[in-house]
């Protein structure tokens, strides 16, 4: 299918209204589990750098993406049963809202709202499970619970050595002007992109990766 994306402002209403129902629905989300453990969450990716896009011609949607951390040991709990409380909860909540229950996929918990009559995807929202700590030599890490579809294990795994850089890729991109020749690469492969199993933020962190290539971020 040919895509038409274009980016959408988070200022949008109809973003607006979604993400708030988002954040409303992750407070509900908190209280069932709060006998078990608390949680904190924060908004990443499209939305935080209001790079949303939208293709109306197809049944994508936009998407948003939300990190849970738990504050409480999450040692008291295997990483299987930290997803499966957290799925189950956000199940309970998210079809009052009208989302499907949550998809469990190698990185994250998705859940979807559709438009009915053509089960056509309106728009998404990807939570992960993380873990931020401070390693013995004293520098920041997160590991993310990882689900193996291959053996049905769920482990907790370190994120690859592109998810530290990529914020000083990000910096660098803007202090040298290239941001928008960023944006339009972005939107160049996200309308190619015909793998549904690929994100926008794996595509961000190619297209971030490809322009750091391009413009000489690595020969410094």
Request: aromatic share 16%; net charge positive.
């Amino acid at each position: 299918m040919q895509h038409d994306f274009y980016f959408i402002s988070k200022n949008n209403p109809k973003v607006k209204r979604a993400y708030m129902d988002i954040l409303n629905m992750v407070k509900e989300v908190q209280n069932l589990v709060r006998k078990k453990f608390t949680f904190r969450f924060d908004v990443v990716g499209s939305y935080k750098r209001n790079m949303i896009t939208y293709d109306a011609k197809s049944n994508v949607g936009y998407d948003f993406d939300f990190n849970i951390e738990v504050n409480d040991d999450n040692h008291r709990y295997t990483p299987k049963q930290l997803k499966d409380i957290l799925r189950n909860a956000i199940g309970t909540v998210c079809v009052k809202y009208g989302y499907d229950f949550p998809e469990d996929s190698t990185r994250v918990l998705t859940i979807k709202m559709k438009y009915r009559k053509n089960s056509s995807i309106l728009h998404s929202c990807d939570f992960a499970i993380i873990n931020n700590y401070i390693d013995d030599d004293g520098y920041e890490g997160q590991g993310y619970i990882h689900y193996d579809k291959s053996y049905r294990n769920y482990t907790w795994c370190e994120q690859p050595d592109g998810y530290y850089m990529l914020p000083d890729k990000i910096d660098w991109i803007k202090e040298n002007d290239l941001w928008k020749i960023m944006r339009d690469l972005y939107i160049e492969k996200k309308n190619k992109n015909n793998n549904p199993n690929i994100h926008s933020r794996t595509i961000f962190a190619i297209t971030v990766h490809e322009i750091c290539q391009r413009y000489g971020f690595y020969e410094n």
